[in-house]
Structures are given as structure tokens and as C-alpha cells.
């Protein structure tokens, strides 16, 4: 089955760290960017970063530069995103995403479940 | 960044009714953009990309159109299973974004 799983969020403090992983199975995981989307409770989507196939390549949105850092490992098939120094404003839902492409067009065609980050004291 | 304003940010429908959102975009975007369904405590599901092409599989009651900076998503005939927030996201350049949503509710 083509899937995305999530793991790894949790109630941490402001400041605090925390990995998310992202496991891929049903697809050829190396052939394509990923992505981590975040949704704050009741609020809409805010894409976070992406990350090129082989890893040469990654984006961030400002919000999180220099706080968040995106990896994967083709051979484990997986995708993670480490969040140091954390705040409130990061507690969401946060999404793995596939960008499939057609013809230069990029898009986010698969998404996990999602798994919650809660930043609280 | 690029901004997209959709509009409206949410509106009453009825099953059956035609039902058109729109999305601007701050600057011109070619066809670099995507809608996608949302249903409360679920992932996004991809409708369109390209502006235009229906993703597999997504009913042909739904459209868009569009090019530059103003996009749209109609639904044609609306059914039950249609009512959900629905977005716009932008892929033209980075960071991606994404419109505010839109809430599909029922009349």
C-alpha cells in the first residue's frame, strides 16, 4: 500500500526539541522531493520545508530557519524533521507530504495522517 | 513570499448547487497552482494541479481554471461528500503557500 506514516510528536516545552519521522513504504521513496506541512489547531496549512531527492537540495520557510532542520535516509525509506528551540506558535499538526511532478509541476499528491506537536509549559 | 487571498472564507450550500471558490495570488504564478479537500481530522487530499488538471480518480463535478494571478475551483453539482475546507497552494516559487480555506457548509 502507497502511505506515509508519521511518528514522534508529543507535548514538549518551549525551547525544547523534538524529531518527527515520516515512513514511506508502496513507492520509490528516492525519486521523489519531500515536504513537512503544518496545520496550528483550527487554522489553516503552512508548508515548513522540502527536501530534494538524493538531499543536496532544502527549503524552509522563514518562521523556521535556523530552528528546524529536514533530512531523510533513502535507504530507510524515511523522512525526518528535527525542531530545536521550539515555541509555542510551532504546536500543529504536522504533515509529511509527497510532491509528485508533472511537466515542472510539483504538488503534494500523498500525505500521512499526521502526528501533533504540542509546545507547552 | 507570494500571498494568495481565497475568497470566501467559508459559505452555505446546498447538494446540488454550483459552487465557485477563488483564489489571487500577490504576483503572476503561470499555472503553478494546487487545490486540495480537506475533512476535519483528516490529511489534504490533491484535486487539481496545474490550475487545471483533475488529479486521478477526483470526480469531474469538480474544475479550475485560471492563469497569472486569479484561479479558480468550481463544483459543479455539489454532493454530500463535498462539504469540507477546501485550499489553494501556490508552487511557483518558495515558500510554498497556501491559501486561507475555504469551508464548504451545508445550508
Known amino acids: 500500500e502507497v502511505q506515509l506514516v508519521e511518528s514522534g510528536g508529543g507535548l514538549v516545552q518551549p525551547g525544547g526539541s523534538l524529531r518527527l519521522s515520516c515512513a514511506a513504504s508502496?513507492?520509490?521513496?528516492?525519486?521523489?522531493?519531500m515536504s513537512w506541512v503544518r496545520q496550528a489547531p483550527g487554522k489553516g496549512l503552512e508548508w515548513v520545508a522540502n527536501i530534494k531527492q538524493d538531499g543536496s537540495e532544502k527549503y524552509y520557510v522563514d518562521s523556521v530557519k535556523g530552528r528546524f532542520t529536514i533530512s531523510r535516509d533513502n535507504v530507510k525509506n524515511s523522512l525526518y524533521l528535527q525542531m530545536n528551540s521550539l515555541r509555542a506558535e510551532d504546536t500543529a499538526v504536522y504533515y509529511c507530504?509527497?510532491?509528485?511532478?508533472?511537466?515542472?509541476?510539483?504538488?503534494?499528491?500523498?500525505w500521512g495522517r499526521g502526528t501533533l506537536v504540542t509546545v507547552s509549559s | 513570499a507570494i500571498r494568495i487571498t481565497q475568497s470566501p472564507s467559508s459559505l452555505s450550500a446546498s447538494t446540488g448547487d454550483r459552487v465557485t471558490i477563488t483564489c489571487r495570488a500577490s504576483?503572476?504564478?503561470?499555472?503553478?497552482l494546487a487545490w486540495y479537500q480537506q475533512k476535519p481530522g483528516k490529511a489534504p487530499k490533491l484535486l487539481i494541479f496545474?490550475?487545471?488538471t483533475l488529479q486521478s480518480a477526483v470526480p469531474s463535478r469538480f474544475s479550475g481554471s485560471g492563469s497569472g494571478t486569479d484561479f479558480t475551483l468550481t463544483i459543479s453539482c455539489l454532493q454530500s461528500e463535498d462539504f469540507a475546507t477546501y485550499y489553494c497552494?501556490?508552487?511557483?516559487?518558495?515558500?510554498?503557500?497556501f491559501g486561507q480555506g475555504t469551508k464548504v457548509e451545508i445550508k
Open positions: 507530504a509527497r510532491e509528485g511532478w508533472t511537466s515542472g509541476y510539483r504538488y503534494f499528491d500523498l
Open positions: 497552494q501556490q508552487y511557483y516559487s518558495y515558500p510554498r503557500t
Open positions: 504576483q503572476g504564478i503561470s499555472s503553478y
Open positions: 508502496g513507492f520509490t521513496f528516492s525519486s521523489y522531493w
Open positions: 496545474a490550475a487545471s
